[in-house]
T-cell receptor, first 114, second 111 residues
Framework: TQLLEQSPQFLSIQEGENLTVYCNSS?????LQWYRQEPGEGPVLLVT?????EVKKLKRLTFQFGDARKDSSLHITAAQPGDTGLYLC??????????????FGKGTHLIIQP | DTGVSQNPRHKITKRGQNVTFRCDPI?????LYWYRQTLGQGPEFLTY????????KSRLLSDRFSAERPKGSFSTLEIQRTEQGDSAMYLC?????????FGPGTRLLVL
């Protein structure tokens, strides 16, 4: 059972537009991680957010962790065709000094049209 | 390249055959994870190891699936008597501090 809901599932926009994707959970996680995945490849880590209310920026990407550590958002400014991909959020819990298996959302398929 | 590597990258097999996949984690990463991803879905956790000990197994890991990490380095995932529903991308990840880094995956097609 997927505990993380991502929205929208699909998004197709023009180059230069802004967009936000959301990741919502009914559970609290120790941290949330955002990955980007291209067809036929494994997910590539973009960022980890740990503290409630935390905001992290990665060039044109802004990630926010909700105050209650149950939801997160990814905002992309001035989207470019190279941003096209599957964006996945994943919740992590920790035990024994390391992370347990991640819980992933279904992902947001993003297409940026030139 | 010192990232996570997986072999083979692609595997086509007939229903009922056994298959084995290999994962080589990032050097000195003590935790190694296996996930399965079907089309249109996010990855689903299968199992993970800390060094050579298998610490957790998901309910998705049926009796036909077995994973090993005998020396705490590389790991293998075996599927016995494959079924068409086993067709998926099998992903491996490793970590040391908690952040998981993924390999390129092995795509399995069961005919």
């Amino acid at each position: 059972t997927q505990l993380l809901e991502q929205s929208p599932q699909f998004l197709s926009i023009q180059e230069g537009e802004n967009l936000t994707v959301y990741c919502n959970s009914s559970s609290v996680f120790s941290s949330l991680q955002w990955y980007r995945q291209e067809p036929g490849e494994g997910p590539v880590l973009l960022v980890t957010v740990v503290t409630g209310g935390e905001v992290k920026k990665l060039k044109r990407l802004t990630f926010q962790f909700g105050d209650a550590r149950k939801d997160s958002s990814l905002h992309i400014t001035a989207a470019q065709p190279g941003d096209t991909g599957l964006y996945l959020c994943a919740g992590a819990r920790y035990s024994g000094g390391g992370a347990d298996g991640l819980t992933f959302g279904k992902g947001t398929h993003l297409i940026i049209q030139p | 390249d010192t990232g996570v590597s997986q072999n083979p990258r692609h595997k086509i097999t007939k229903r009922g055959q056994n298959v084995t996949f290999r994962c080589d984690p990032i050097s000195e990463h003590n935790r190694l994870y296996w996930y399965r991803q079907t089309l249109g879905q996010g990855p689903e956790f299968l199992t993970y190891f800390q060094n050579e000990a298998q610490l957790e197994k998901s309910r998705l890991l049926s009796d036909r699936f077995s994973a090993e990490r005998p020396k705490g380095s590389f790991s293998t995932l075996e599927i016995q008597r494959t079924e068409q529903g086993d067709s998926a991308m099998y992903l491996c990840a490793s970590s040391f501090t908690g952040v998981q880094y993924f390999g390129p995956g092995t795509r399995l097609l069961v005919l």
